[in-house]
């Protein structure tokens, strides 16, 4: 089975940077395609930055030029780098992977992290 687990959030003040991490783990043949996700309480989970299977990156509007995403393929890791941080970033943050199990091999699933908060004073 494949997990995803999260690390790196906390409490921040409004300007201030934090970084997540989500590594894939388990019996993994090729994850492809990562990404983060987040929900605010009381509305729908949204994207926010991903990599597609061809390594294009993909981001929410509202944190271009503030969030970067990166990953390092040989750890099945995905960064999320978050800069000027507002209040309204203020969710619980969660890792997404598409990828394939060795054992359903060759379907493809979504996985989902146990996701992380992230919260943001004012």
């Known amino acids: 089975q494949v997990q995803l687990v999260e690390s790196g959030g906390g409490l921040v003040q409004a300007g201030g940077s934090l970084r997540l991490s989500c590594a894939a783990s388990g019996s993994i043949f090729r994850i492809n395609a990562m990404g983060w996700y987040r929900q605010a309480p009381g509305k729908q989970r949204e994207l926010v930055a991903s990599f597609n299977s061809g390594g294009s990156t993909n981001y929410a509007d509202s944190v271009k030029d503030r969030f970067t995403i990166s990953r390092d393929n040989a750890k099945n890791t995905v960064y999320l780098q978050m800069n000027s941080l507002k209040p309204e970033d203020t969710a619980v943050y969660f890792c997404?992977?598409?990828?394939?199990?060795?054992?359903?091999?060759?379907?493809?699933?979504?996985?989902w992290g146990q996701g992380t908060q992230v919260t943001v004073s004012s």
């Open positions: 997404n992977a598409d990828g394939i199990d060795v054992m359903t091999y060759p379907s493809s699933r979504v996985y």
